[in-house]
């Protein structure tokens, strides 16, 4: 394993057949020769991965599932592995990290180039682990990026595909995960959204719906093999006003605007946006562009 001196986190290099190598790599379809790492290289030792791959594009609700799944495998100990992409990737990521969990991000550039470039990156490259098979200085191209789901699978016990199009780098992921045996998970959408046809395909194909990160774990390692209960140190729940429990009801798996939620609980907009405000600080709900609203991971 050598490290090469960059501005901000080493990079380190690791070749196929050294201490530390994932097996997982050998059985895939043209296995690398090396790797580069930045941030928590401790995690290319990750004994449970579960990847979560998705859409660019996400509905609301996939990208809230997306976080919400992130948040609480990696709470449960599970290494989150994702591509680091828009949307369903980095809702992931940042969910993983917000449970200050693992969580590994597949580059199709090089480490000290990540793409999208952004806070969250920076955050990946210290808290995470930047992962690629493509040298240091390598910029991001487009052939580039199927490539590395392949790499995705190979790091990773299952995957879990939260919203695809029919069309899409998700399913290719998903196909060379299952050609490797292992099992495919999605999270069921509307079957009248594109976003749903991808997912839609996979179940059909033998993948398996699931509705919680708990169940899940359950069918991926067995009933109460994980301890994802909250620890007795973890804070209290936070006492809710009857209107916030009432808000938080009327998103049960839904999206909707101040206007439709007020009408939901039976009272004026004003008082709704009031009850929504306290909500989107606690992180109980969140707030998309078009002023719609959803249910956070932190939601009860």
């Given at each position: 394993?050598?490290?090469?001196?960059?501005?901000?986190?080493?990079?380190?290099?690791?070749?196929?057949?050294?201490?530390?190598?994932?097996?997982?790599?050998?059985?895939?379809?043209?296995?690398?020769?090396?790797?580069?790492?930045?941030?928590?290289?401790?995690?290319?030792?990750?004994?449970?991965?579960?990847?979560?791959?998705g859409?660019?594009?996400?509905?609301?609700?996939?990208?809230?599932q997306?976080?919400?799944?992130?948040?609480?495998?990696?709470?449960?100990?599970?290494?989150?592995?994702?591509?680091?992409?828009?949307?369903?990737d980095?809702?992931?990521?940042?969910?993983?990290?917000?449970a200050?969990?693992?969580?590994?991000?597949?580059?199709?550039?090089?480490?000290?180039?990540?793409?999208?470039?952004?806070?969250?990156?920076?955050?990946?490259?210290?808290d995470?682990?930047?992962?690629?098979?493509?040298?240091?200085?390598?910029?991001?191209?487009?052939?580039?990026?199927?490539?590395?789901?392949?790499?995705?699978?190979?790091?990773?016990?299952?995957?879990?595909?939260v919203?695809?199009?029919?069309?899409?780098?998700?399913?290719?992921?998903?196909?060379?995960?299952?050609?490797?045996?292992?099992?495919?998970?999605?999270?069921?959408?509307?079957?009248?959204?594109?976003?749903?046809?991808?997912?839609?395909?996979?179940?059909?194909?033998?993948?398996?719906?699931?509705g919680?990160?708990?169940?899940?774990?359950?069918?991926?390692?067995?009933e109460?093999?994980?301890?994802?209960e909250?620890?007795?140190?973890?804070?209290?729940?936070?006492?809710?006003?009857?209107?916030?429990?009432?808000?938080?009801?009327?998103?049960?798996?839904?999206?909707?605007t101040?206007?439709?939620?007020?009408?939901?609980?039976?009272?004026?907009?004003?008082?709704?946006l009031?009850a929504?405000?306290?909500?989107?600080?606690?992180?109980?709900?969140?707030?998309?562009?078009?002023?719609?609203?959803?249910?956070?991971?932190?939601?009860?």
């Amino acid at each position: 394993m050598q490290e090469e001196q960059r501005e901000g986190p080493e990079i380190v290099e690791l070749c196929r057949g050294e201490p530390g190598w994932p097996g997982g790599l050998e059985t895939i379809e043209v296995e690398p020769a090396r790797l580069w790492m930045r941030g928590r290289t401790d995690l290319i030792d990750a004994s449970h991965c579960i990847a979560i791959v998705g859409s660019r594009a996400p509905t609301p609700y996939g990208a809230a599932q997306a976080e919400r799944f992130g948040h609480e495998l990696a709470a449960a100990g599970a290494c989150v592995v994702s591509g680091l992409a828009r949307g369903v990737d980095a809702a992931a990521h940042s969910g993983a990290l917000g449970a200050k969990g693992a969580t590994i991000g597949v580059l199709g550039c090089g480490v000290d180039r990540p793409w999208p470039a952004g806070k969250l990156a920076d955050r990946m490259g210290t808290d995470g682990l930047l992962l690629s098979e493509f040298a240091p200085g390598t910029s991001p191209r487009r052939h580039h990026f199927p490539l590395r789901n392949r790499i995705i699978a190979g790091l990773s016990d299952a995957v879990l595909v939260v919203e695809a199009a029919e069309a899409s780098g998700s399913l290719i992921t998903a196909r060379w995960a299952a050609d490797q045996g292992q099992q495919v998970f999605v999270i069921p959408g509307r079957i009248d959204h594109p976003m749903a046809r991808g997912t839609l395909a996979l179940i059909r194909e033998g993948a398996t719906p699931v509705g919680s990160p708990r169940m899940l774990l359950d069918d991926l390692y067995g009933e109460d093999a994980w301890d994802t209960e909250p620890s007795a140190s973890a804070p209290p729940a936070p006492t809710r006003s009857p209107l916030e429990v009432a808000v938080l009801e009327a998103l049960t798996g839904e999206t909707k605007t101040a206007a439709e939620i007020a009408v939901n609980v039976g009272r004026d907009v004003r008082e709704t946006l009031g009850a929504l405000t306290t909500l989107e600080l606690s992180g109980a709900v969140r707030r998309a562009p078009g002023g719609l609203y959803h249910r956070g991971h932190k939601a009860p």
